[in-house]
């Protein structure tokens, strides 16, 4: 799943594996500490093995809850989702814009 944050340090972003997730909430590992009340954006790939029919993407807001520094590059975060939507897959590209004029 791919993570980003913001916090009082910025705006970041990390491509990461989730330990655990449930309809409340998500625990993963991230390289760097980040603060308790921070807000996250996640984007997770539902697999086959769940969906039972194609991979979905669910895009999730969230907040940090906890964390616990498990190694100097390793951080773990509990995030509680607050709300998500699915994402679909764009069936045509954009339309192109039009050069009519009036």
Known sequence: M???WTNQSGIGEAR???EDITSRG????LP???EKGSSVELVIVMPHEITLAEPI????????????IEDMD?????AEIER???LRERENPRPKASNSRR
């Open 2 to 4: 791919t993570v980003r």
């Open 16 to 18: 990461v594996e989730s």
């Open 26 to 29: 998500v625990y993963f590992f």
């Open 32 to 34: 760097i500490a980040i």
């Open 57 to 68: 993407r669910v895009r999730c807001q969230g907040r940090v809850r906890r964390t616990e």
């Open 74 to 78: 390793r951080v773990g975060v509990v």
């Open 84 to 86: 998500y939507e699915f």
